[in-house]
């Protein structure tokens, strides 16, 4: 009964590769959300999307694409992978947009190599 | 732009009470939240303000200044469990919902 599930939680693959990282949530929340946290454990903001409707995309490249299919799933796709690409990669799920409580994924480490 | 600071690392040692600031300068403030994050983990909701004053919820409490743009964190009765970082994160800006956070503060707690 995860409230908000990623997988793979590991994922080790070369330079020039094409990803994907599925995520989940049982919480019934509208909004969903990818972050990024860098090796100094920065944690930052990729996209956002709230009720199947994409309204964050922050300045990152566009080898990155995410996709909600239903308002339960959020995935992000990552083409051509690079090695700055490394990093944990949380998703996230709110009720609603504003001041509320946002519930994190277990994470994603990615490994590019 | 937002820009959020937090002391980079603190320590302290078991039973005793740490408070970690957070001062930040943003647009459109929606609310203050304060994350626990341990090593290897995804961060844990502690806290929310949005209005000035304290929020105690047990060990843990949370206060806000609006007009200073600060925050604290309060930490009372350590235990080793709660050596972490903590993120402080303000919902603002002109996108509802959007969170910016603070680099974390790293908190080692010692017997």
């Known amino acids: 009964d995860t409230a908000v599930s990623q997988t793979p939680k590991y994922l080790v693959t070369q330079m020039g590769n094409d990803k994907s990282i599925k995520c989940e949530q049982n919480l019934g929340h509208d909004t969903m959300y990818w972050y990024k946290q860098d090796s100094k454990k920065f944690l930052k903001i990729m996209f956002s999307?709230?009720?199947?409707?994409?309204?964050i995309n922050e300045t990152v490249p566009n080898r990155f694409s995410p996709k909600s299919p239903d308002k339960a799933h959020l995935n992000l796709h990552i083409n051509s992978l690079e090695l700055g690409d490394s990093a944990v990669y949380f998703c996230a799920s709110s009720l609603q947009r504003g001041g509320y409580e946002q519930y994190f994924g277990p994470g994603t480490r990615l490994t590019v190599t | 732009g937002q820009n959020i600071d937090q002391p980079t690392e603190m320590t302290a040692t078991e039973g005793a009470i740490v408070q970690i600031n957070c001062t930040y300068q943003t647009s459109g403030f929606n609310g203050l939240f304060w994350y626990q994050q341990h090593a290897g983990e995804a961060p844990t909701f502690l806290s929310y303000?949005?209005?000035?004053g304290l929020e105690e919820k047990g060990r843990f409490s949370s206060f806000l200044s609006r007009s200073k743009g600060y925050s604290y964190l309060l930490l009372k009765e350590l235990q080793m469990k709660d050596s972490a970082s903590y993120l402080c994160?303000?919902?603002?800006?002109?996108?509802?919902?959007?969170?910016?956070f603070g680099r974390g503060t790293q908190l080692t707690v010692w017997p």
């Open positions: 994160a303000v919902s603002g800006g002109s996108t509802l919902g959007r969170l910016y």
């Open positions: 303000n949005v209005l000035d």
């Open positions: 999307y709230n009720n199947k409707e994409l309204i």
